[in-house]
């Protein structure tokens, strides 16, 4: 499995952005996907996550500013990120992991870096 992200770059506070995610390969159908996001020297933190089905969840900072989505017939994920503040500039990340198979698979794609200026 191969996740690519883009969409990055660099937009001014209060603007917005749209990531795209794109899953190649075979994964199951039952797969979760979400958006993480890492600043250097900090961990990896989870921004939004959905299931298969659409079920989602939000970090509460991003509440109510970012959507996210997934459209399972081309196999991409998309964060429509809104109402963006400097705190929002990290390096994002795709990830895509197994429900049902033991041991769960889990897939990283490589960063897209989102730039926020004041």
């Known amino acids: 499995v191969q996740l690519q992200a883009s969409g990055g770059g660099l937009v001014q506070s209060g603007g917005s952005l749209r990531l795209s995610c794109a899953a190649s390969g075979s994964f199951p159908s039952d797969s979760a996907m979400g958006w993480y996001r890492q600043i250097p020297g900090k961990q990896r933190d989870l921004v939004a996550a959905?299931?298969?089905?659409?079920?989602?969840n939000y970090r509460a900072a991003v509440k109510g500013r970012f959507t996210i989505s997934r459209d399972n017939t081309k196999n991409m994920m998309y964060l429509q990120m809104d109402s963006l503040t400097p705190e929002d500039t990290a390096v994002y990340y795709c990830?895509?992991?197994?429900?049902?198979?033991?041991?769960?698979?889990?897939?990283w794609g490589q960063g897209t870096l989102v730039t926020v200026s004041s």
């Open positions: 990830k895509l992991w197994t429900i049902a198979m033991a041991p769960q698979r889990l897939y």
């Open positions: 959905i299931t298969a089905d659409g079920s989602t």
